[in-house]
């Protein structure tokens, strides 16, 4: 039988993930720390952006839409940790690999989420498949775009 979240459920699934990510803020800090890099703010990528662009603006459409982009970040944050990891010293490839793995469990719990509450809300019958692939081709033409600004979460750079 299919377990759909309650509200506090849902609640509870976010926090977990928000503290999750704040301890690995932590850790990056004392690794930049350690290795005198300073931290500066970034705004949101183009990525980022583009796909928060396509969220519907009405509920529970909206938190559906955040949810699967959260998804597909985390899943893309996978992919790219996972390329990097042979090519770092000792100490970043253990933490990438720790950060791949809870990265990959977030990116499951977001599109659980999603799909549960998309059920709870509109009913058994709904099928997320379509707009899953909408925000996917999305997601793809934006990963393929040459970007200006190369972040973890970008497109192709541009020519140096």
């Known amino acids: 039988m299919f377990h759909y979240p309650t509200e506090v459920e849902l609640l509870q699934t976010m926090s977990r993930i928000a503290r999750e990510e704040l301890i690995h803020f932590d850790q990056v800090c004392r690794i930049m720390q350690t290795r005198n890099i300073r931290y500066g703010h970034l ?8 796909l928060r662009h396509l969220t519907r603006s009405y509920e529970p459409g909206r938190l559906i839409d955040r949810l699967i982009i959260s998804a597909f970040i985390e899943a893309r944050s996978c992919e790219r940790f996972a390329c990097l990891v042979p090519h770092l010293d000792n100490e970043l490839s253990w933490f990438y690999r720790y950060l791949l793995k ?34 996917r081709q999305q997601e793809t033409e934006l990963i393929q775009a040459i970007d200006s600004d190369f972040r973890f979460h970008s497109g192709l750079p541009t020519a140096a």
């Not at 705004?43 to 583009?50: I, T």
């Open 102 to 135: 809870s990265e990959a469990r977030h990116y499951q719990d977001y599109l659980a989420l999603a799909k549960s509450i998309a059920v709870r809300q509109l009913g058994k019958q709904c099928n997320l498949s379509q707009r899953i692939e909408l925000l």
């Open 43 to 50: 705004s949101a990528s183009r990525y980022a952006c583009g």
